[in-house]
């Protein structure tokens, strides 16, 4: 399965749910017209309450990135990639400026942060480049 559910992450659940799902349409995971789990399925999957799951569901479909089909459940919208696009941007970019706000107030040097930055980067990248 695509999606992982950390509770002890401190995003509401439902918003991992939300986030996980737009940025699997942004990857292309997820691609119009494709349906999701119902909810009673992925809140078994998730073993989370279906509550939870009918929440993201209704913020997925209110931001149009799920339409019901009737009869059958929902799927992902017609334009929904460009718009998970631009939200994922957005997610990345404000949890980019909380960490940079919080590295300001703890007092770090611009240039340490930056090399921090720079090795992580690389890391990550070449880590991934041998996938």
């Known amino acids: ?9 401190g ?3 439902y918003d991992q749910i939300v986030r996980q799902v737009t940025f699997a349409v942004a990857d292309g995971l997820l691609r119009p017209g494709e349906l999701v ?12 309450n279906p509550n939870t799951v009918a929440r ?7 931001e149009q990135v799920l339409r019901p089909v ?6 992902v919208a ?4 460009a718009r998970c696009r631009k ?15 919080e590295a300001r107030r703890s ?7 930056s090399s921090w930055i720079e090795t992580e980067m690389a890391r990550v990248y070449n880590a991934e480049a041998k996938k």
Not at 1 to 9: C, F, L, N, Y
Not at 70 to 75: D, E, H, I, S, V
Not at 78 to 81: I, L, R
Not at 90 to 97: E, K, N, S, T, V
């Open 1 to 9: 399965m695509w999606m992982r559910i950390d509770p002890s992450d």
């Open 11 to 13: 995003v509401p659940i």
């Open 56 to 62: 993201a569901y209704r913020q997925l479909q209110d």
């Open 87 to 101: 939200k994922r941007a957005a997610l990345i970019r404000q949890r980019l400026q909380q960490f940079l706000n």
């Open 107 to 113: 007092g770090l040097e611009k240039s340490e942060l």
């Open 78 to 81: 017609q334009g929904a990639a």
């Open 37 to 48: 789990p119902s909810v009673r399925e992925l809140s078994r999957q998730l073993t989370v």
């Open 70 to 75: 009737r009869g059958t459940g929902l799927a």
